[in-house]
């Protein structure tokens, strides 16, 4: 399929947002982190953010595109989603590191699959795991083992991002004609859009249980 | 001349804790940045500064220590300093990156060249500039040319960051013998370490003439 050149663009632009978001979450967790070592170690994550914002404002520059001109459509979506579902604590932070993070590369990767090279393959590197998983898995499985409360209130929290994510996209899709017909000519229609969202609500399920939520 | 290794991991422990506090102030600014770009900008050389902390952590690991645990006797005097020294506005904060990094800078330098290999080269390769200075002058340049008030407040605000990390550098020498007789026998003697003192002051006064606010 052919993808029109505003599209890829917003595409690129949208996850570079994401990135420098995440980027920035994870340099506010680190400050609440109980431990030096689990300071640096989201440190660190967030570095792994920067490099791949670098990749993505490389290849824009590229083509000609200033990142934060590519970016700016995407701030008030993002930034909404960030301030709607700010974590109260180090837990519930790092599981809306888990999860959030999850969610985007589930959805990116489905959209990777009909994205021109090189673009396609440029959204998969910039999708490789920063270390989040295994990290806050170890961590939340150690919380939640000696309090069933915090568990359920965490299972709770964990349910809403989705929703929030769900909201804030459809606010993104509603504004940019381009994305939107990339997404509808990608998943070949309406109805696979609907098959998409129920897989991204699946694969949400499966990380829930593997931190312990279900 | 020999350096003990409790030395060594004592300097290079302060150094990590020091790109870990600068990673965290300019991942802090970057949020009060006035534009996307300059935000993304700041972003990114936080970012450098994990890849230095990392060099850091790699070759203490190999030394068998952990870097959270070289970092620990350093908290107090690099978050005192942070603490006492935190900037009231964007300009405040670009003038603290770019004065700070160059002290720290001229500081390690100095001591890289009595370190033994491969740690002096690892120090020297820490100190690789992470793209602020450029930055900074722009930015800093451009706001005072259209207002002295806020040259004379930076101008103050500046000499007032020499005093503070000396004070706190004074501190972390006063606690750590191992530390301080490396600074002794590696300057020679205690008036080695006055030229010292006196070569950070007038290379602070160059960076305030280069900044506009001599």
Known sequence: MTVSRAALVDLLGALAYGELSAFDRLAEDARTAPTLASRAALAKMAGA????????????????VPV???????????????????????LEAL????????LAVDFYRAVAGFLPEPSGSLVRQVLADTGHSAFAEREVAAA????????????????????DAITQAQYVVAEREDLAELFVSGFGDLSGIAVLFKQLQKQHSRRMSALGLA
Do not use: C
């Open 49 to 64: 953010e920067i490099g791949h914002f670098r990749l993505l404002e490389e290849y824009l520059t590229g083509e000609g």
């Open 68 to 90: 934060e001109q590519a970016m700016a459509p995407f701030v008030k979506a993002l930034d909404g989603y960030h301030a709607s579902t700010a974590p109260h604590d180090w």
């Open 95 to 102: 599981v809306k590191v888990y999860l959030g993070d999850g």
């Open 144 to 163: 939640i083992a000696e309090n069933r409360q915090v568990r359920d209130r965490l299972a709770l929290w964990g349910r809403r991002l989705l929703a």
